[in-house]
């Protein structure tokens, strides 16, 4: 955060500027996500994210407002860099949903399975609905804080999520492809190497379907893990084993 002090009529106040996306409160990141999508003015968003109120914002004068935009250029990146879980809940319907740790550390496989087919396929809402879910009863602190994952409990949050606003809707989006190249593609590299798609040999060929499950199979068989098991380790457990295997040239 960067301290600065603006002086209206002789009245100076202090405010405590964001200098990049980690810096951004859940509440900022969603007026960036409503600024992008033109639902709110310029004015608008600078004055929420400094924390400076819309009218005092128009009457700063011009040079010292341009230096507070400066510092606010980072949320016009296209491709910004955070490493933060920026978005810990969402909610639709009156329904707050718990978010997944940024580093994928309590993302079991079976959810990353779901979560990244929806996503790579467009249907982000559905991933959403797998990647959050309602706190547990019996939350003590020392477990993941929400339900555990069924594809049967994603379907019924799939309708609630229906009704999720599109600001919250951006940024899981941000944060999603945001987290999920820092703290997996670039971790495990050749595995990534290897998706979304499968190349085309022929133009004639059809776009066949990019399946984790098959990547997996294709590389280690189905003598790693029974099923139940391999579906519920932790995503970096299983992509840590790809990239070794596809590292080391072969089946194991």
């Known amino acids: 955060m960067k301290e600065v002090k603006v002086g209206i009529d002789g009245v ?7 200098e990049s996306y980690d810096e951004l409160s859940r509440e900022q990141l969603l007026t960036v996500c409503s600024s992008l999508g033109g639902a709110l003015t310029e004015s608008a968003l600078y004055a929420s994210l400094t924390g400076i109120c819309k009218e005092t914002w128009e009457e700063i004068p011009f040079p010292k407002r341009y230096f507070l935009m400066r510092l606010l250029d980072f ?28 580093t994928f550390s309590n993302t079991t496989w079976e959810e990353f399975i779901y979560a ?10 559905e991933a959403a609905a797998v990647l959050y879910r309602p706190q547990r009863e019996d939350y003590t602190g020392e477990t993941d804080r ?50 979304p798609k499968r190349r085309k040999t022929s133009p004639s060929q ?14 280690m068989g189905d003598r790693f893990y029974d099923e139940a098991k391999f579906y519920a380790s932790n995503v970096h457990v ?11 040239g072969g089946k194991k």
């Open 116 to 125: 990244d087919g929806y996503m790579l396929s467009g249907r982000f809402r």
């Open 238 to 248: 299983i992509l840590n084993r790809l990239d070794r295997v596809i590292r080391e």
């Open 206 to 219: 059809p776009e066949s379907a990019f399946s984790w499950v098959s990547v997996h199979r294709d590389l």
């Open 12 to 18: 100076m106040s202090v405010h405590h500027v964001p």
């Open 75 to 102: 949320v016009l990146e296209k491709e910004p860099a955070f490493s933060k879980q920026l978005l810990p809940f969402i909610e639709a319907d009156g329904v707050r949903f718990i978010g997944y740790q940024p």
């Open 146 to 195: 929400r339900v555990p994952f069924t594809i049967y409990g994603a379907d019924t949050r799939m309708k609630t999520l229906a009704k999720l606003p599109d600001d919250q809707l951006a940024a899981f989006v941000l944060c999603y492809k945001t987290l999920r190249e820092r703290n997996l593609v670039k971790r495990y590299p050749n595995v990534f190497a290897r998706s």
